[in-house]
C-alpha cells in the first residue's frame, strides 16, 4: 500500500512485518535513498535552497555560476533572509544588471571576495552568469568563503593531490584546503576530474560538508 501525506509517501508492507519507508520529504526527485538527500535537506532547512517552480531540486542539472552565487551567499550569510541586498556604488559585472534574478547573491560573493569575475576584450569585467561551475572553480568558490584562502593567494602551491591535479595546479591550494576539510574526496580511482562540471546534488554536498556538518 502506498499513502501520500502532504509531501510525504510513505510504503507500507505488510508481507515482512510493518516496514514504513519515507520516499521522500522535500522533493519528488530526491528520495531517502539518493545519495545526497540528507544534504539537500539540510540546504532546505538552511534556507540554501528552495528548488525550482515545479517543486523538483532536479539533482543532475548542471549548476551555473549564478546558481553557484545564490548557495553560497545563503550558506555563508546563514540563510536566504540574511542575504542583503547590495549597497555598493555601481554595477560591477556588465552581465550582471540590477535586475538579473541573482543579483544580490553575486554581489554578496562579490563583497566578500569569493568572486572576481573576468575581464573581458572590451576592459570590462564579466561574471558568466550562465557559465557551467566545474569543479576545480568551486573548491575555490568553496574555500575562498571559508576564509582558507583569499582572492590575493597563490593557488598553485600545493603538491600533487590526485593523478589529475598534480603540483602546480591553478587551484591546487584551495583544492587541498576542501581536502583538509573534508569538502571534497575525489573519485575512487585517485582522480579529481577538476574539469567535470558540478550538478545540483554535488553543490549540495560540498556546501553542506564546508557550512553546515559540525
Not at 520516499?23 to 544534504?39: E, G, H, K, T, V
Not at 552565487?69 to 554595477?91: C, H, K, L, S, W
Not at 576584450?121 to 561551475?133: A, E, K, N, T, W
Request: include cysteine; charge should be negative; glycine fraction near 10%.
Amino acid at each position: 500500500d502506498v499513502a501520500i501525506y502532504e509531501d510525504h509517501a510513505y510504503v507500507l508492507d505488510y508481507g515482512w512485518g510493518l516496514t514504513v519507508l519515507g520516499l521522500w520529504y522535500s522533493f519528488r526527485d530526491i528520495p531517502f535513498y539518493q545519495w545526497a538527500f540528507s544534504s539537500v535537506e539540510d540546504a532546505v532547512a538552511n534556507g540554501i535552497t528552495q528548488g525550482f517552480p515545479d517543486e523538483l531540486y532536479h539533482p543532475d542539472w548542471e549548476c551555473r555560476r549564478d546558481q553557484m552565487a545564490a548557495f553560497i551567499a545563503r550558506a555563508m550569510a546563514g540563510g536566504d533572509e540574511n542575504v542583503p541586498d547590495y549597497t555598493g556604488e555601481g554595477q560591477v559585472f556588465e552581465d550582471v544588471p540590477w535586475d538579473h534574478w541573482a543579483w544580490k547573491y553575486i554581489m554578496y560573493c562579490w563583497d566578500h571576495g569569493v568572486v572576481q569575475g573576468y575581464i573581458g576584450g572590451d576592459d570590462l569585467r564579466y561574471y558568466g552568469p550562465d557559465s557551467i561551475v566545474k569543479r576545480d572553480q568551486m573548491a575555490v568558490f568553496i574555500a575562498r568563503a571559508k576564509g582558507w584562502v583569499t582572492v590575493t593567494d597563490d593557488m598553485t602551491q600545493a603538491g600533487d593531490l590526485f593523478l589529475d591535479v598534480l603540483a602546480g595546479f591553478w587551484a591546487g591550494t584551495a583544492i587541498e584546503a576542501c581536502v583538509n576539510n573534508g569538502v571534497v574526496k575525489g573519485y575512487p580511482d585517485d582522480f579529481y576530474r577538476p574539469y567535470y562540471p558540478v550538478t545540483r546534488d554535488q553543490m549540495a554536498v560540498f556546501v553542506d560538508r564546508a557550512f553546515l556538518s559540525p
